[in-house]
């Protein structure tokens, strides 16, 4: 829920509200063509801003700080078991 939230909200913003524009910078097609690519990439420091304060708070309290549980729980998120 929270962290597959976060993590759109995060891709969504990189697509439809780049910085380099809200700042007033003009990219060239080289930096937007790389901006493109990026598109959907992130790490967990990225979407920590866009977490709601009590899976922050969660995740800060665990033994490792948020970005480690953070981090281990997307990776978890990623393994896949067939039958369940």
Known sequence: GAIVTAALTHASRQEHAPTQQILGYEESEEERHHRMAEWGTFTPSDIVPYLPSD??????????????????????????????
């Open 55 to 84: 899976a922050k708070k969660s995740f800060q309290s665990q033994v490792g700080g948020m970005i480690q549980n953070l981090s281990s729980t997307l990776v978890h998120m990623t393994q896949f078991q067939y039958p369940p």
